[in-house]
């Protein structure tokens, strides 16, 4: 292995592993019993018995292309909190999280037995409506908040104002209208009470909204 000092092609060049494949370097380098395989400003190291020699790559060779690393998914958190921020004020951003709670538990991909989808829990005919897309996270959100801020300015002169809000939410503004008031369906009033449960207790009676 002595002759394969360390060296360095304009074109890189190729490890020959003992199972046969390739192995792509800028350049190489003896470092004890291994060989260390530059690659741009990081390297790998190799034992010495499993590489049986290099190869230049051919002038014209190009180094593979490294794959493309993903984009981390946002952060539901994150979205959540952007989305409050330019629709309301602090007790709006709770308000928002508790129902992102409820609605999803926080997951993007949640879809409900009705066709609801995402953080927020968009139906399509929906999303639709607010030009969103259900599936992509922070235009659900976004339009999620927007629709609940939108709720509470409806009913911003109720002293009933949140729950109102989120009867609508769940059920629509049309059943507020036909019942006077939360309608009385058990998934909705449950609803109204696991997302007052999450912000102060319940104890919550009024929400000051804002933003654009």
Known sequence: MAALAACRLAAGEYAVLAGGGLLY???????????????????????????????????????????????????????????????????????????????????????????ARGLMQLMPETARRLEADADDPAENVEAGARLLRDLLLKYLHDRDQVRLALAAYNAGPAAVERHGGAPPYRETLGYIERVLEHYRGGKLTRVASGGR
């Open 25 to 115: 370097a800028d350049r190489h380098e003896a470092a004890g019993g291994s060989w260390r395989l530059y690659r741009g400003e990081g390297f790998i190291e190799l034992p010495q018995e499993l590489v049986i020699g290099f190869e230049p790559a051919p002038p014209s060779a190009e180094a593979p292309a490294e794959p493309p690393r993903p984009s981390p998914p946002p952060d539901p958190r994150s979205l959540i909190a952007r989305a409050a921020a330019r629709y309301g004020g602090e007790d709006f951003a709770r308000l928002l999280d508790s129902v992102a709670r409820v609605e999803s538990a926080y997951r993007p991909d949640a879809v409900s037995p009705k066709g």
